[in-house]
């Protein structure tokens, strides 16, 4: 049997290849405290850089089969969790005592109200935690079933496509790029928090000054 971490990227990869990918892809796009967990941009870039990996211990990935499973799971895991939002999940999000749950669903209702189903739907992709969160949060909220379908899907795609692509154009023009895995996905994560850090600061913001304008 073949031993990994389900929350390393480059284990997940190497033990399941394309499959590894819908999976956790499709967890984290819609399926509360599990989602948290587990990789998502940390993943398809090194996916994507893997395709085009040309190292005799690296595991050599077909692009096609990321790009598809890819956005399979980012499409069908937010549907599902749309679908568990929609039937239930209001008294699961009220209730729960998971602090990243409750704030995930405090900034989805924020950003839903802020943007509008379109644009949130798609920006919040490419938000760590929110994109798990949003998509529960989004059937739980009563946002109709139509443009949660349509929008999701363009964001699903935007995100999922895109990071693998970007990781295969970096791949293809850095050579032995994979044997820098780790360093990149440890960049790849800082990056992702500046979205979290910035939304934190107009958070301390506004309360500092609640009855300030808004210039965000």
Avoid at 18 to 41: I, K, M, Y
Avoid at 104 to 125: E, S
Wanted: charged share 15%; aromatic share 6%.
């Amino acid at each position: 049997m073949i031993a990994f971490n389900p929350t390393d990227s480059a284990s997940l990869l190497a033990a399941f290849g394309a499959l590894g990918v819908l999976a956790v892809v499709f967890a984290e796009s819609g399926l509360l405290v599990v989602g948290f967990f587990l990789p998502g941009d940390t993943l398809l870039l090194p996916a994507g850089v893997l395709c085009a990996a040309d190292g005799p211990q690296a595991p050599r990935l077909e692009l096609w089969q990321v790009l598809v499973c890819a956005a399979v799971g980012a499409v069908a895991g937010a549907q599902v969790g749309y679908l568990l939002g929609r039937h239930g999940g209001r008294p699961l999000l009220s209730r729960t005592s998971n602090r990243r749950v409750k704030e995930g669903t405090v900034r989805a209702q924020r950003i839903l109200a802020r943007y509008g189903y379109g644009k949130a739907l798609v920006i919040g992709r490419f938000v760590p935690v929110l994109r798990t969160v949003l998509h529960p949060a989004a059937g739980a909220l009563g946002v109709p079933a139509r443009p949660f379908t349509v929008w999701q899907t363009v964001g699903g795609l935007l995100w999922s496509q895109s990071l693998v692509l970007a990781g295969y154009l970096l791949g293809s023009s850095v050579s032995h790029l994979d044997d820098y895995l780790l360093p990149m996905v440890a960049v790849i994560v800082m990056l992702s928090l500046l979205p979290l850090l910035a939304e934190a600061r107009r958070t301390r913001r506004a309360r500092r000054d609640p009855s300030g304008p808004d210039r965000s």
